[in-house]
């Protein structure tokens, strides 16, 4: 499943989806046919913990970018 483009922010990181790329360390650039798997294994590849994965997660299908149900046991 892919995520529609989207930029958002969490703490200093901030993370663009089928955006323009930017040139700093705790920016994470992805292009627009990205899926899931990808965005997540970028992330841990960073060092983000679980619990701001999630928070990341949910800022993404806040704004409308993912289509998919999120269920967080």
């Known amino acids: 499943m892919t995520i ?7 703490g200093d990181l901030s ?5 323009p790329p930017e040139k700093k360390e705790s920016v ?3 292009p627009g046919t990205s899926t899931i798997g990808e965005l997540v294994q970028g992330l841990n590849s960073l060092g983000v913990k679980p619990r701001d994965l999630i928070s990341i997660l949910q800022s993404i299908k806040a704004a409308g970018a993912l289509q998919a149900e999120l269920v967080i046991i």
């Open 4 to 10: 529609s483009g989207v930029a958002i922010a969490h």
């Open 15 to 19: 993370v663009t989806i089928a955006g």
């Open 28 to 30: 994470m650039n992805l």
